[in-house]
């Protein structure tokens, strides 16, 4: 396919322009031009929303932003990227260079491939979810993104087929300027079983770009689902995304999210319990250092009677980071029996970052049993200096305290490859240079 000019800036002309390089199909056009009608339409958000209260928006000049560069380079060396995986979709930029997988899983009717493509090739699986979990009238945010997303991917797992080996997706940027909004479709119909892992890096740290990346997750009834995402952006990135899953009868979910990058990061993590017997556990890291500032917002949504979630997030902050939580528990009139917990710790590791956390029930039902709480503190010193006086430099030793610290999330990845790249990750971003006091 040739490449796509576009006109400089996130505008109506643009997402025209993307739909007539992609040739899409009619119904594609519409939702793409109502959901930049809502992004007009609905004013930036402010200080009287709870959960951007503290969200510093100032600078953020969408006209400034290329909507669409395609991939600069090959996979550069030392990404992550899964390509040596037998199942995974590479995007470079906002343009999906590889995806690859094995022939057994076609003939399983598994997909996995660019959204994209998928949209060409299979619009009758497609086209009813698209837009369907994740709505533009959610937010500006929301609305942006579906009007002008290009690349991400598109999974789909027949009734009762597990996949057993995990799929790769991997989104990497490496031009300046670049407004990236990949979008992630997975469909796990109902029985099915599959593990899904999810990264966004950056190439260069140089590289500054716009991220509004977001994932819409189908749970079928029965299904069980593992997805998770990793955030590397470099540290010239702002980043606001939505991602949601909602899981039907008996179904169940493990959701992990880790962030690590980007200048400014703001997440929302909604999971829905539609169905009888829904379950998820929600478990997050965060990493932040220098002046990096991050905002996870997560929903527990239970619209369903005898459904479960359980939300664990540990964020350990350096130098002069900021980080705010905000999560809430939901539950409908009419989901009785239904059990939620919350839990966020913030562990600080300098004087002068800032953890805030709050937590929210909003409980319409009379026969539930929820809770939440919420923590933030200094690293223990008596820790640290039982680690430094067995010989431990300090840096290893605060390496130490994070690793134990974060232990209950990284052991909720399913598979033993991944959760060492964590662990490698957060090293990597607590050991270089000590804390900065």
């Avoid at 290893?396 to 964590?422: I, K, M, N």
Wanted: glycine share 8%; proline share 6%.
């Amino acid at each position: 396919m040739t490449s796509v000019t576009t006109p400089t800036g996130l505008s109506l002309e643009a997402v025209t322009a993307l739909s007539e390089w992609q040739a899409e199909p009619s119904w594609l056009r519409a939702l793409r031009r109502q959901a930049w009608e809502t992004f007009e339409s609905v004013p930036w958000p402010d200080a009287s929303q709870e959960e951007w209260r503290r969200v510093n928006l100032k600078g953020l000049q969408l006209e400034e932003y290329a909507p669409y560069l395609p991939a600069g380079t090959p996979l550069p060396a030392g990404l992550h990227a899964a390509v040596g995986a037998r199942a995974h979709v590479a995007q470079g930029n906002s343009t999906v260079v590889r995806a690859v997988l094995p022939e057994e899983l076609q003939r399983q009717g598994v997909i996995f491939t660019s959204l994209e493509e998928a949209v060409r090739r299979y619009p009758e699986l497609v086209e009813p979810h698209l837009g369907q979990v994740l709505s533009p009238v959610q937010g500006k945010i929301e609305a942006l993104h579906t009007a002008l997303w290009s690349g991400g991917a598109f999974l789909y797992v027949p009734r009762n087929v597990a996949v057993a080996e995990p799929l790769y997706l991997t989104v990497w940027a490496d031009a300046p300027g670049l407004a990236l909004l990949p979008h992630t479709l997975v469909v796990a119909e109902e029985g099915s079983a599959l593990t899904l892992y999810e990264e966004h890096l950056s190439a260069t740290p140089q590289a500054g770009a716009f991220a509004a990346p977001a994932a819409e997750v189908i749970v079928g009834d029965g299904a069980r689902v593992h997805y998770t995402t990793l955030q590397g952006w470099g540290e010239a990135v702002r980043e606001f995304g939505t991602r949601r899953a909602v899981v039907g009868r008996e179904a169940h979910l493990e959701w992990t999210t880790v962030v690590l990058g980007a200048q400014q990061s703001w997440m929302r993590l909604q999971g829905v319990f539609a169905g009888p017997g829904a379950e998820a556990r929600l478990h997050g890291l965060y990493l932040p250092g220098s002046e990096q500032e991050f905002h996870l917002v997560t929903l527990q949504e239970h619209q369903a009677p005898h459904t479960q979630s359980d939300l664990y997030f540990k964020g350990a902050l350096r130098d002069q980071a900021r980080s705010v939580y905000h999560g809430v528990i939901r539950v409908h009139p009419g989901a009785q029996r239904a059990n939620g917990y919350q839990q966020n710790r913030n562990l600080l590791l300098s004087g002068h970052a800032r953890a805030d956390s709050i937590p929210i029930l909003e409980i319409e039902a009379n026969d539930v049993k929820c809770s939440h709480g919420a923590t933030v503190g200094q690293e223990d010193p008596d820790q640290l200096f039982y680690l430094t006086s067995r010989g431990l430099p300090r840096p290893e030793a605060e390496q130490l305290l994070v690793e134990g610290f974060f232990r209950e999330v990284l052991d909720a990845l399913p598979d033993e490859a991944a959760r060492e790249y964590v662990v490698q990750a957060v090293a990597a971003k607590v050991a270089p240079g000590g804390r900065k006091e």
